[in-house]
């Protein structure tokens, strides 16, 4: 063989490896350009920070924000059609009035149930969306889809979305909270704060009034040059290992997570002292309601304006927990007994939530908050045979919007004259979310991830920008 062709042959193979390995390390750092945060919005936003208030249990919308007269005026008679039906639960009986009046608010004359009178005073604020449908009629899904819009877990959050593209607003918090009712976690629990295929950095810390931040004190026998000193030196050895290693995100944000957790050990304890408010703040809110329930929520609702306050992205607070065996006692899912059910569950939502807003808006937070209340689905005009509650209804239910960038005082879509199915304007959660993004100067087409080979993004591949409830 010519020893000039084999020098050859092996300088090809040497610059062949060269080559490859300049490929693999390019598309290694293309992989990570592309997963890389925004930190900007695509265009100038009216939002900067969003509130999401969540009552998981498929709360009714004819019984608290959708009034139908021709639902009282039929009551007690059958359904048109109600013998093609698909139920959830069993068979449905005759049409069922609310069992509370309803009563014109606010200049705008929206009927409010007379079950929230706190809530009624903001009405003019609020831009309701009455035509709202779900994918899924099953509360662990349903309550997924309402917050990732998919059915399906592995999804991220639409907070976590929000955390990817805008970042933190404040270093020594989490960008994104999840507070948790005092009776336990949603249905289908984490999944709905999930970060899906996001970093795990873009997951919400779960906090709530009742459960204080463990291990955030610095043990007495370690002085603080000690532990900063420390907290330096892993911060090195990370970020060496980290540049090792250029492709690992769960590193990433598990480096990210304890950065985050030595500097909360400064701030979290300050913003979580609910004593440090004044005595007429706690009276606004009721914490201290001889009713648990409600001085419990009330303690979460005071938390999440003062985490917002903070700069805190995105903050989701759940009033109510999973379902109980059906029976209406941990969440708004009243099968059986409806009046009894949301007798309890009205008087926990209405006033603190109610004095939420009406401290926020005082403090001119609003100006930068986008506010949204959601719930999984709706509920059958019907009453459940052999019962006085009502079935699940995935084709109709109420969300609405106030704050940063909404007009009140509107509202948008229809349901039917009973409520039983969206009529006119019919919305999905694809266009809920796609008007939070917009909201928030994000496009929602163009806010994307890629991901098992697709660009994924938080609506899928459905959305419009709900423009009638926009200031």
């Given amino acids: 063989m010519n020893p000039s062709l084999n020098l050859k042959r092996r300088h090809l193979l040497g610059q062949m490896t060269t080559g490859l390995t300049g490929v693999a390390l390019s598309r290694l750092f293309t992989n990570e350009l592309a997963a890389a945060p925004l930190h900007q919005p695509h265009f100038a936003p009216k939002a900067k920070q969003v509130l999401q208030i969540f009552c998981p249990g498929a709360a009714s919308h004819m019984d608290l924000w959708?009034?139908?007269?021709?639902?009282?005026?039929?009551?007690?008679?059958?359904?048109?059609?109600?013998?093609?039906?698909?139920?959830?639960?069993?068979?449905?009986?005759?049409?069922?009035?609310?069992?509370?009046?309803?009563a014109p608010a606010g200049q705008s004359g929206k009927m409010?149930?007379?079950?929230?009178?706190?809530?009624?005073?903001?009405?003019?604020?609020?831009?309701?969306?009455?035509?709202?449908?779900?994918?899924?009629?099953?509360?662990?899904?349903?309550c997924i889809y309402m917050n990732s819009c998919f059915t399906r877990e592995g999804f991220p959050s639409a907070g976590s979305w929000v955390s990817y593209a805008l970042g933190s607003t404040n270093e020594n918090l989490p960008t994104y909270i999840a507070i948790q009712d005092v009776r336990g976690e949603p249905p289908n629990g984490k999944a709905n704060w999930s970060n899906g295929f996001l970093s795990a950095q873009y997951q919400a810390v779960a906090m709530a009034a009742q459960q204080p931040l463990r291990n955030l004190a610095r043990p007495a026998s370690i002085k603080a040059d000690d532990e900063k000193a420390t907290r330096d030196f892993l911060k090195l050895i990370n970020a060496e290992h980290a540049a090792a290693h250029p492709g690992n995100d769960e590193l990433r944000a598990r480096m990210a997570a304890y950065e985050l957790a030595a500097k909360m050990q400064l701030t979290a304890?300050?913003?979580?002292?609910?004593?440090?408010?004044?005595?007429?703040?706690?009276?606004?809110?009721?914490?201290?309601?001889?009713?648990?329930?409600?001085?419990?929520?009330?303690?979460?609702c005071l938390l999440a304006r003062r985490y917002l306050e903070q700069g805190v992205r995105y903050v989701s607070l759940?009033?109510?927990?999973?379902?109980?065996?059906?029976?209406?006692?941990l969440n708004w899912d009243a099968h059986k007994t409806l009046k009894a059910d949301y007798e309890r569950h009205c008087p926990i939502f209405d006033q603190p939530t109610a004095?939420?807003?009406?401290?926020?808006?005082?403090?001119?937070?609003?100006?930068?908050?986008l506010v949204v209340w959601c719930t999984e689905f709706g509920r059958m005009p019907t009453h459940q045979e052999g019962t006085s509650g009502r079935d699940h209804n995935p084709d109709a239910f109420t969300t609405w919007m106030m704050g940063a960038g909404v007009k009140g005082g509107v509202s948008y879509g229809?349901?039917?004259?009973?409520?039983?199915?969206?009529?006119?304007?019919?919305?999905?959660?694809?266009?809920?979310?796609?008007?939070?993004?917009?909201?928030?100067?994000?496009?929602?087409?163009?806010?994307?991830?890629?991901?098992?080979?697709?660009?994924?993004?938080?609506?899928?591949?459905?959305?419009h920008v709900i423009k009638n409830i926009l200031a």
Avoid at 355 to 364: C, F, P, S, V, Y
Avoid at 451 to 461: K, M, Q
């Fill in 414 to 463: 229809e349901t039917d004259d009973f409520g039983r199915r969206a009529a006119v304007d019919v919305a999905t959660v694809y266009d809920f979310y796609a008007t939070v993004l917009h909201l928030l100067g994000l496009n929602h087409e163009k806010l994307t991830y890629y991901h098992n080979g697709a660009n994924r993004r938080l609506t899928d591949v459905h959305g």
């Fill in 66 to 102: 959708d009034h139908k007269p021709m639902l009282e005026k039929f009551h007690g008679t059958p359904m048109p059609g109600a013998d093609v039906e698909v139920t959830f639960q069993g068979k449905n009986g005759n049409l069922m009035k609310s069992p509370w009046p309803f």
């Fill in 318 to 329: 759940y009033c109510a927990s999973r379902a109980s065996n059906v029976d209406g006692l």
């Fill in 112 to 142: 409010i149930s007379s079950m929230l009178p706190h809530m009624a005073k903001h009405v003019d604020d609020m831009a309701f969306i009455h035509s709202m449908t779900s994918r899924t009629n099953t509360h662990g899904p349903g």
């Fill in 269 to 300: 304890p300050e913003v979580s002292n609910l004593a440090a408010e004044p005595s007429h703040v706690h009276e606004l809110y009721g914490t201290g309601d001889s009713n648990k329930l409600k001085a419990a929520y009330a303690k979460n």
């Fill in 355 to 369: 004095a939420l807003l009406t401290d926020m808006k005082q403090r001119g937070m609003l100006n930068d908050v």
